[in-house]
């Protein structure tokens, strides 16, 4: 049975709270889990213990080969349970395929805007020579 260490929805409307759960991967996500070991509290400041965490039972799971999700992986990293590698990826600031379709699309009508308007300045100086 695989484990995942994950966050479970708890509170209210708009007001959300989660419990980190060890859970089986096919449970739905608020639903049956194996052990509760821990809580995250988005509503409270930055500078407040947002993040409670059961370390001993977390590094059990880790052992038995649980898998915790990304979210829950940062938690663990900043607690200084599990070292989080770094991720690079250069491409995610870039647009999508169809926005760099338009802007070469919009390029392309600008550079033959400007050959035009090139176009059309030398045109009368020629005439004008031309006489």
């Given at each position: ?13 708009k ?15 608020d ?11 988005p ?6 213990q ?20 990304d979210?829950v ?59």
């Amino acid at each position: 049975m695989p484990v995942k260490l994950r966050l479970a929805r708890a509170g209210s409307k708009k007001r959300p709270y989660y419990h980190i759960v060890a859970a089986d991967v096919r449970a739905p996500r608020d639903g049956r889990f194996i052990e509760q070991l821990g809580s995250w509290n988005p509503m409270l400041p930055k500078d407040a213990q947002r993040v409670t965490l059961n370390e001993e039972r977390i590094k059990h799971w880790l052992s038995n080969g649980a898998t915790p999700t990304d979210r829950v992986l940062r938690f663990l990293d900043q607690a200084g349970i599990v070292n989080r590698p770094a991720r690079s990826n250069p491409t995610k600031g870039l647009p999508g395929k169809k926005a760099q379709e338009r802007e070469a699309e919009r390029k392309q009508r600008e550079e033959e805007a400007a050959a035009a308007a090139a176009e059309a300045a030398n045109a009368p100086a020629e005439e004008a020579a031309a006489e």
